[in-house]
């Protein structure tokens, strides 16, 4: 926590992701007219700096500068490389297996995160220093492996008026109304679970001691990998958007719960609710890819982190500012009720989805 405010804290996450949605608009552009390794290759760049910065830390100011480079490097990435893996099975006629190989590569990223989550909750004991000048490493190898990669072929290299791009991009979503339902889904569920995630340490740390958070985080994160790597057998076998909305129910459930009656068994019930997040991550990505066009793919789906970063950063601070004036299971607690509107969304849009 940034001198002692959890809005301070929060502030930080707020700036990477405000940044990123500056950044958002011109990379998913740069994405669809220059190339996606390119575009991989400067984002992996930006990590580099961002990671280095956070490192050295030691005042608001130096995390802040490292927050905004995370923006940029989130803003060269997002978009760009679900459109690169989109492309890539589509040049070798297996588009239709998307939803697995997603899974897979994401799973992966969860099994990371879970060592990660161990290792960093038993050396935050010593040193949080350390930790971060660690986390450089692999940021190093990332662009490093960013220069193997191969630009798909099916991705071609356009020309011409890059605004006119952006308002072809921006059409798509005012004459598709299922695109539409799905983006402000996707933005709300985002960036309110996105920064309740990030807060829950924050609650953890009230019922356990410091170096038991990553425990639960380890656990959340291997529900999170298993949820990833079977995602695409699932999807294929039940209803996607019932999928989605089950998720949404049982996570509200729990975490209203777990934050209404606190025990020690709360950060492991609120951890559980990862063994749906994999299934429904790439069960929503998989909805929004069969609407964006293959033009635009990258710049629609920069349009859909443009409005999700904006709305993480307002989200994000105003989570740490309530934790600060009343508790943060009380800010949990709000926010999670707020989240329910989402639920109501998603039945109109399972709804229109089944209109013949």
Request: glycine share 8%; hydrophobic share 50%.
């Amino acid at each position: 926590m940034v001198s002692d405010s959890f809005a301070l804290g929060m502030s930080v996450f707020s700036i990477a992701m405000i940044s990123s949605a500056l950044f958002e608009i011109p990379t998913g552009v740069f994405s669809d007219r220059i190339g996606r390794q390119k575009t991989i290759i400067l984002g992996a760049t930006a990590a580099v700096f961002y990671s280095v910065f956070y490192a050295i830390g030691q005042s608001f100011w130096i995390l802040a500068i490292g927050a905004v480079f995370e923006g940029l490097s989130r803003s060269f990435y997002s978009g760009n490389n679900d459109a690169l893996l989109h492309d890539t099975l589509s040049e070798n006629n297996a588009v239709d297996q998307y939803e697995e190989v997603l899974g897979k590569i994401s799973s992966m990223f969860q099994l990371a995160l879970g060592i990660s989550a161990i290792v960093g909750g038993i050396l935050a004991t010593w040193s949080f220093p350390l930790i971060m000048w660690l986390s450089v490493i692999p940021q190093g190898i990332c662009m490093l492996l960013a220069f193997k990669l191969r630009e798909p072929t099916i991705h071609s290299h356009l020309s011409g008026n890059i605004f006119q791009h952006l308002q072809e991009a921006y059409k798509k979503f005012l004459c598709n109304k299922k695109l539409r339902l799905l983006s402000i889904t996707h933005v709300i569920g985002y960036s309110f679970g996105e920064a309740g995630y990030q807060f829950q340490s924050a609650f953890y740390n009230t019922l356990w001691p410091v170096w038991a958070i990553g425990i639960a985080k380890t656990f959340s994160n291997v529900g999170a990998f298993f949820s990833f790597r079977f995602s695409g057998r699932l999807i294929k076998k039940y209803n996607t958007l019932r999928l989605i909305l089950i998720d949404n129910i049982y996570s509200k459930v729990i975490n209203i719960f777990s934050v209404l009656f606190p025990t020690i068994l709360s950060p492991l019930l609120m951890s559980s609710t990862s063994i749906f997040f994999g299934i429904t991550s790439v069960a929503k990505n998989s909805l929004l890819q069969k609407e964006f066009t293959s033009e635009q793919r990258a710049t629609m789906g920069s349009l859909n982190s443009f409005a999700g970063s904006i709305m993480f950063g307002i989200i994000a601070f105003i989570l740490g500012l309530v934790a600060d004036l009343l508790s943060p299971a009380r800010a949990i607690l709000i926010f999670q009720i707020l989240q329910i509107t989402n639920i109501f969304l998603y039945f109109k849009l399972f709804k229109h989805h089944n209109t013949p």
